[in-house]
């Protein structure tokens, strides 16, 4: 396989592929939330209620306990922030690309595509994860202190 | 990706995979193919683990982050004053007093990580080190060049539209910064096999 065609046949596919990527990530949000969502209230339950999708960004929920100073009694409230999760996404459409541009049979194209969009997925997973600890342990850290000590 | 014809030619020690009968070490037995591609992997990932946690120290910050991104800043710059008299910089911060937009080139921004994965790839690849320092010394500065026309792009792109800019700074120019080390790595591949000794040069030399 030429190195040139490659290439070419890469740049003829990478507008397309992100493009299809960028309209239809709302679509691709869907199971990541629904993952985060899991993950995010067995590792913090006390903290996170929810990691919901909003447009084609997560919102994640925060229920956080604070005193009213007025009362000296505890109030729950829910803080919410939102998380792009397609920063962390771009190599959805590049890999794609990349399987697209490449020569072999289709089937091995579409397992190699396959395996790689549950990497991807799971790298995602994590990466956004952290961001979200990110955001709770450190944006946040002056309304998150009493949950993490 | 292939990287030895199966009549013998431009093999590389090491990386001689195909035959008719499927290529086995003679004294272990163990595949070869299996054997170089785990080890190709394992010197990779090991690589990179060790310049991405070198990169995070304060000494990887101080001797190669700090100054790489200021020489960023520099060039691009000096590149855009030459055709844009409007342009001004102070810092790591560019931006035109007319509109008054402006880009800060952040540590992020000077595709340090983007040559890591270009060094580890090479110097996992088994070849002789000048082949190893010809290509990293190429290839970083083809990144780096293509990183210059990023930032400067960006900049102009900014300036006429804000949500294009975040798109493309967000997600089109990281992939074709990865592209752009993929195909800088195919080429030195291509560079090397050509280079190899055949395996009849092999065998007697």
Same mark, same amino acid.
């Given at each position: 396989?030429? +190195? ?6 890469? @740049? ?13 990530? +709302?679509?691709? !949000?869907?199971? /990541?939330?629904?993952?985060?969502? /899991? ?6 339950? #006390? /903290? ?9 960004? @997560? #919102? ?6 604070? #005193?009213?100073?007025?009362?000296? &009694? @505890?109030?729950t409230g829910d803080m ?17 690309? &990349? !399987? &697209? ?18 990497i991807l997925f799971a !790298?995602?997973? &994590? ?15 002056? #309304? ?6 | ?37 785990h080890r190709f992997l ?5 690589? %990179? ?6 990169? *995070?120290?304060?000494?990887? %910050? ?48 000077? =595709? ?20 190893? *320092?010809?290509? $990293? ?14 930032? $400067? ?9 804000? =949500? *294009? ?11 074709? $910064?990865?592209?752009?080390?993929? $195909?800088?790595? *195919? ?19």
């Amino acid at each position: 396989m030429s +190195i040139k065609g490659f290439m070419l046949r890469a @740049l003829v596919w990478l507008p397309i592929c992100f493009a299809v990527w960028y309209y239809s990530s +709302i679509l691709f !949000v869907a199971p /990541l939330a629904r993952a985060l969502d /899991l993950l995010s209230r067995t590792l913090l339950p #006390q /903290l996170i209620s929810a990691v919901e999708t909003y447009g084609n960004e @997560l #919102q994640v929920v925060l229920t956080l306990q604070v #005193q009213d100073t007025s009362t000296g &009694l @505890l109030r729950t409230g829910d803080m919410l922030f939102e998380i792009d999760p397609l920063i962390y996404g771009f190599s959805v459409p590049l890999y794609t690309v &990349l !399987v &697209l541009a490449s020569r072999a049979p289709d089937g091995r194209r579409l397992g190699a595509w396959l395996i790689g969009m549950i990497i991807l997925f799971a !790298v995602q997973i &994590l990466c956004i994860q952290a961001d979200i600890l990110k955001v709770v342990a450190i944006d946040l850290a002056g #309304q998150t202190r009493w949950v993490l000590r | 990706m292939s990287d030895a014809n199966a009549d013998g030619r431009n093999a590389i020690p090491g990386y001689r995979t195909s035959s008719a009968s499927g290529t086995t070490s003679s004294e272990s037995g163990k595949p070869k193919s299996g054997r170089t591609v785990h080890r190709f992997l394992a010197i990779f990932l090991v690589t %990179q683990l060790t310049l991405f946690v070198f990169e *995070l120290t304060p000494a990887g %910050q101080r001797y190669l982050v700090i100054p790489v991104t200021s020489a960023v800043a520099a060039v691009s710059v000096d590149l855009m004053s030459t055709v844009d008299q409007n342009v001004k910089a102070s810092g790591k911060t560019i931006w035109n007093p007319a509109n008054g937009f402006g880009v800060t080139i952040e540590a992020g921004c000077n =595709e340090v990580e983007a040559s890591i994965l270009l060094i580890a790839a090479i110097l996992a690849f088994p070849s002789i080190w000048a082949q190893k *320092l010809g290509g $990293i010394l190429i290839g970083v500065v083809t990144v780096q060049a293509l990183n210059l026309f990023r930032i $400067i792009s960006l900049f102009y792109i900014g300036q006429w539209d804000r =949500e *294009l800019f975040q798109w493309a700074h967000l997600y089109i120019w990281q992939a074709l $910064i990865m592209l752009d080390v993929l $195909i800088v790595f *195919l080429l030195w591949l291509r560079f090397v096999v050509k280079r190899a000794p055949t395996e009849t040069e092999s065998t007697t030399s």
